[in-house]
Each structure stands twice: as structure tokens, then as C-alpha cells.
């Protein structure tokens, strides 16, 4: 039997100790309200929870199934302030490109900022009353029992893999070319999952990096257009805020910039239709399929 310094060291448990640390050592910035500790919180918290399943001894156990609990509701609650970064930083470049006066870009910039702010002190709140001792005591002690053996874990990985990658050609197949952004949103959840799944697949198992690049790149375009997609409804809202208000000629200048920023969304869904996604999840499932027979075989 290894002693517990060797099955620390295995690839499956090196993975979940990197990214617990990085969740851990970012956690105190986050509750602080800093950008880019909350945004770290959120990827390794997704990242732990791809990884969980598929490199735990025991998937199905309490505590593991506790933690991805736990990180779902870390995740969930990094999200609230991360968008409005975003959208900020979003708006700042592409707003002024609209065809409005310069006073609506900026009545809209401040508008935004407060909303933000307002976001980040409610985020800020809520992360400095989460309980992560619950979740450090977990991670601590699956680290420490050690990773599941790789055979078990490539198994795993290629099960889940053509999971999400059937179910996201599935759902680009009822979309078609039709410009839907909830539905492209989800998607584009598919996609970070299985970028993730690759990650883990090159840590563990020596996978080359094309995968993550493109599964990246899917992830990275439908993003932008899930962004530029909500702050065109948002500027919406704001729009109709000032009709009721009765300031017609700032609420019609609010739609103009919202028009702009759909029309950007509409631009980067006509850059993901030429990527051919469909066929590269066809091509990666092919893989998978072939890597779960050498998988079985071993």
C-alpha cells in the first residue's frame, strides 16, 4: 500500500489540491470585493467542480456531493458582481461607437457604475457570510484519502465528456442558425464544461491542448455575445425607465445604443456560425469514443 505522501502526489489529487488552493488564497480578495479575486473564485470553483466526479475515490460519497454543492452556491454567488464588470468594461469600449450624444453614453456609463457598485457591495456581503470552513474541511479530507485510480478516472471523464458533448450537439442542432442567446447561452455552458474536461484531461492523462484551445475559443465568442446580448437588455430597461419618467428624448437615445450593442451580439452569432461547431463536437465524441475503449481495455 503507498503511504498518504505518494497518493497525495497522484495527478488526480495534485489537480483538486492546485485548485482548492487557488479558490482558498483568493477567497479573503473576493470578500473584500476585488475584481479579480472574485473572478478566480468563480473559475476554480467550476473547475473543482468538473474535477470532483471524475478524480474522487468515491464520486457518489456525501462529502463529495456536499462540496459540489458548496461550490455550485460559490459559483452562483461570484456571478452577481462579475457580470456587471463585464458589461462595464463592455460598454466603456463599444458605446461610444453608437450614434447618440455624448451626454446618453454618459448619463447610461453612471447609471451602469451605480448598478455596479450596488452589485459588488451585496456580493461582497454574501461571500463574507460564506461558511467555507464546511467546504476546506471537506476538500481537505478527500485530498487526503487520495485520487481514484486513473483507469477509473479516465472512465469517468470520457462518460461525462460524451454526456455534455451529445447534449450540446443536440441543442445546437434545434437551435440551427437562429440568433437565440438564452439558448446559445447554454451552449456555450456545454462548452466551458467541456473546456474544463479537457483541462483536466491534459493534467491528468498528458491530452494534447488543441482541445481546450478550441472549446476556449467557443466559450470565449459566446460569452462576448451573452454579454453584449445583456447589456442591450439592460440599456433596454433603463430605456423604458426614462419613458416613464417622461424624458422621451433620452429614452429614444437609450434604445439607439441598445440597438448597437444587439447588432454587436448579432455580428459575433454570425462568427459562431462559421466556426462549425457541430462538426468538431462530432470529431471530439469520435475521440472520446476511442479513448473510452482504450480506457476499458486497460
Not at 10 to 31: C, K, S
Not at 69 to 81: Q, S, W
Not at 283 to 295: C, E, G, H, P, V
Request: proline residues 3%; contains cysteine; charged residues 30%.
Amino acid at each position: 500500500m503507498k503511504p498518504d505522501s505518494q497518493k497525495r502526489e497522484q495527478p488526480t489529487t495534485r489537480f483538486l489540491r492546485e485548485h482548492g488552493q487557488r479558490l482558498f488564497a483568493n477567497l479573503p480578495g473576493a470578500q473584500a470585493g476585488q475584481e479579480e479575486p472574485i473572478h478566480q473564485i468563480r473559475v476554480a470553483s467550476r473547475r473543482l467542480r468538473v474535477a470532483l466526479p471524475v478524480a474522487a475515490r468515491k464520486p457518489a460519497a456525501r462529502r463529495v456531493r456536499r462540496s459540489c454543492k458548496r461550490l455550485r452556491e460559490l459559483t452562483r454567488l461570484a456571478g452577481r458582481g462579475r457580470d456587471f464588470d463585464v458589461g462595464a468594461a463592455l460598454f466603456d469600449r463599444e458605446a461610444p461607437r453608437a450614434k447618440v450624444a455624448p451626454t446618453v453614453v454618459r448619463l447610461l456609463h453612471d447609471r451602469l457604475a451605480t448598478t455596479r457598485a450596488r452589485a459588488h457591495r451585496k456580493l461582497a456581503k454574501a461571500l463574507a457570510d460564506f461558511d467555507a470552513t464546511r467546504l476546506r474541511e471537506d476538500l481537505d479530507i478527500l485530498m487526503a484519502r487520495g485520487g481514484a485510480d486513473p483507469g477509473e478516472a479516465a472512465l469517468r471523464l470520457g462518460a461525462m465528456r460524451r454526456k455534455h458533448a451529445r447534449m450540446a450537439l443536440e441543442e445546437l442542432h434545434a437551435l440551427g442558425k437562429h440568433f437565440a442567446p438564452m439558448a446559445l447561452h447554454a451552449i456555450r455552458r456545454r462548452c466551458r464544461w467541456l473546456r474544463y474536461a479537457a483541462e483536466l484531461d491534459r493534467a491528468l492523462f498528458g491530452a494534447g491542448a488543441a482541445a481546450v484551445r478550441r472549446f476556449k475559443d467557443l466559450q470565449d465568442i459566446l460569452g462576448k455575445l451573452h454579454d453584449a446580448f445583456v447589456l442591450a437588455e439592460w440599456i433596454a430597461l433603463a430605456a423604458t425607465y426614462w419613458e416613464a419618467q417622461e424624458k422621451s428624448a433620452r429614452a429614444a437615445a437609450a434604445r439607439v445604443v441598445s440597438a448597437h450593442f444587439r447588432d454587436h451580439a448579432q455580428a459575433l452569432h454570425h462568427r459562431f456560425l462559421r466556426i462549425k461547431t457541430a462538426a468538431w463536437l462530432e470529431s471530439a465524441l469520435r475521440r472520446n469514443a476511442a479513448l473510452l475503449k482504450q480506457a476499458a481495455r486497460a
